[in-house]
């Protein structure tokens, strides 16, 4: 499974983005896909999760501002990100899991900064 992330860039505080991770295989098979970030300095640290069900989940810090999406037709996962503030630079990561595979995408920068 090979994921490749998109769409990231910069922003002024306040701003959004949409990113992107196109994935190799059927988005509908993988148990859950998630988005990471990792600031300047320090861990990678989990943003967003969006399970096969469809249900999500959010770090507390982008509860609100970000939402977590998918396009099954498209095998595509997204991360729209909203009232963008400089804490969320970082590059992005999405993550693909099932029992059997656990997959990374390569990562997009992400900077917020007037």
């Known amino acids: 499974v090979q994921l490749q992330a998109s769409g990231g860039g910069l922003v002024q505080p306040g701003g959004s983005l949409r990113l992107s991770c196109a994935t190799s295989g059927r988005i509908s098979s993988f148990t859950y896909m998630s988005w990471y970030r990792q600031a300047p300095g320090k861990e990678r640290a989990w943003v967003a999760t969006?399970?096969?069900?469809?249900?999500?989940k959010y770090a507390d810090s982008v509860e609100g501002r970000f939402t977590i999406s998918r396009d099954n037709s498209k095998n595509t996962l997204y991360l729209q990100l909203n009232s963008l503030q400089p804490e969320d630079t970082g590059v992005y990561y999405c993550?693909?899991?099932?029992?059997?595979?656990?997959?990374w995408g390569q990562g997009t920068q992400v900077t917020v900064s007037s």
């Open positions: 969006l399970y096969k069900s469809g249900d999500t």
């Open positions: 993550k693909a899991w099932t029992s059997r595979v656990t997959a």
